[in-house]
């Protein structure tokens, strides 16, 4: 995958809190007590409750976003690193964060022009870089948890470490597609938000054929679905931002599915026991048919995982 060097980047949606005094919180809190969505945070916070790493959360279900949240006191964002240095699709081929900030710029793109064709309002979320640890309207949480989507506020929290992770604990194959379809999942669940479809699913809900299960494999649907129209979404110059997706840029995203199944982290990184009732973003094959879903069909109402007799896989 690569980017258009000509394109201009747009980095008004990001808000760069490394080296802004983000910290402060538990890890495995946000995503199971605030209500925040991520790509593998509540496994990894059901591991660590297992094999006694500890993590910590309240009450509080998943509710209706209420509108672009502020900063918490005390926490201040610094776009200028990220817009300083994210300028064009050239800085996007070799600069991580730029990359990033390109990835978020063609999901703006693709859901503000689904929605409307749809006639439904859309805001785009803000996507957060922090280091280590940070606050959100969903609670504190660390870089343990992965990447993660706060309902609450409708925002987009990921320490960039996580890629180097995918691929040094989880053996993924990485690459750029890969690293854009974890982004394109936690804007999934900004999708699901703005539907109301995470009010679905209760907290602390968990199973094979749970809500949660059920969100998560979706928001998996709707990164395919974007994967899909990634290289005809247009800049303001009307050429696409995306360019040079190949088989093997798709199979990498796959890959990075199936290494963060429930099955998976359990029997590979949970010393070995694999624990059903315990499961809440669904197995490696499961995540993996989703995706394939959406990337194949390109139709987001292909992705009703909470349809009535619907086959999860």
Same mark, same amino acid.
């Not at 699913?201 to 749970?210: I, K, N």
């Given at each position: 995958m690569r980017f258009d060097e000509n394109a201009d980047l747009d980095t008004s949606n990001i808000d760069d809190l490394r080296g802004g005094g983000g910290g402060g919180g538990v890890g495995g809190r946000v995503a199971v007590g605030g209500g925040g969505l991520g790509i593998i945070g509540l496994i990894l916070y059901f591991l660590l409750s297992s094999f006694g790493g500890g993590g910590s959360g309240g009450g509080g279900g998943?509710? +209706?976003?209420?509108? /672009?949240?502020?900063?918490?006191?005390?926490?201040?964002? !610094?776009?200028?690193? =990220?817009?300083?240095?994210? %300028?064009?699709?050239?800085?996007?081929?070799?600069?991580? !964060?730029?990359?990033?900030?390109?990835? *978020?710029?063609? +999901?703006?793109?693709?859901?503000?022009?689904?929605?409307?064709?749809?006639?439904?309002?859309?805001? @785009?979320? %803000?996507?957060?870089?922090?280091?280590?640890?940070?606050?959100?309207?969903?609670?504190?949480?660390?870089?343990? *948890?992965?990447?993660f989507y706060c309902p609450t506020d409708n925002e987009i929290y990921?320490? /960039?470490?996580?890629?180097?992770?995918? #691929?040094?604990?989880?053996?993924?194959?990485?690459? @750029?597609?890969?690293?854009?379809?974890?982004? =394109?999942? #936690?804007?999934?669940?900004?999708?699901?938000? /703005? /539907?109301?479809?995470?009010?679905?699913?209760?907290?602390?809900?968990?199973? @094979?054929?749970?809500?949660?299960? %059920? +969100?998560?494999?979706?928001? !998996?649907?709707?990164?395919? *679905?974007?994967a899909n129209h990634a290289t005809s979404v247009p800049t303001a110059t009307g050429r696409p931002l995306i360019t040079d997706v190949t088989q093997e840029d798709v199979s990498a995203a796959l890959d990075t599915a199936g290494r963060i199944g429930d099955d998976y982290i359990q029997s590979q990184l949970g010393g070995g026991r694999v624990d059903r009732s315990q499961f809440t973003h669904g197995t490696s094959a499961q995540r993996e048919r989703w995706y394939a879903t959406g990337y194949q069909t390109g139709d987001p109402t292909r992705c009703d995982t909470f349809a009535r007799g619907v086959n999860l896989g």
């Open positions: 998943l509710g +209706l976003p209420s509108g /672009l949240g502020s900063l918490p006191q005390g926490q201040t964002a !610094d776009t200028s690193q =990220a817009a300083s240095s994210c %300028r064009s699709g050239a800085q996007a081929n070799t600069e991580l !964060d730029c990359e990033v900030v390109a990835v *978020v710029n063609s +999901l703006d793109g693709f859901w503000s022009d689904t929605f409307a064709r749809s006639n439904i309002s859309f805001q @785009p979320p %803000r996507t957060n870089f922090f280091s280590g640890s940070v606050r959100t309207g969903c609670g504190g949480a660390t870089s343990d *948890v992965g990447p990921i320490d /960039l470490t996580f890629f180097r992770e995918l #691929e040094t604990r989880f053996g993924a194959e990485g690459g @750029p597609f890969a690293r854009a379809y974890v982004i =394109a999942h #936690e804007y999934g669940h900004h999708v699901q938000a /703005l /539907l109301g479809t995470n009010q679905r699913v209760r907290a602390g809900d968990a199973g @094979p054929t749970s809500g949660s299960v %059920r +969100l998560e494999l979706q928001a !998996d649907c709707y990164a395919g *679905v974007w």
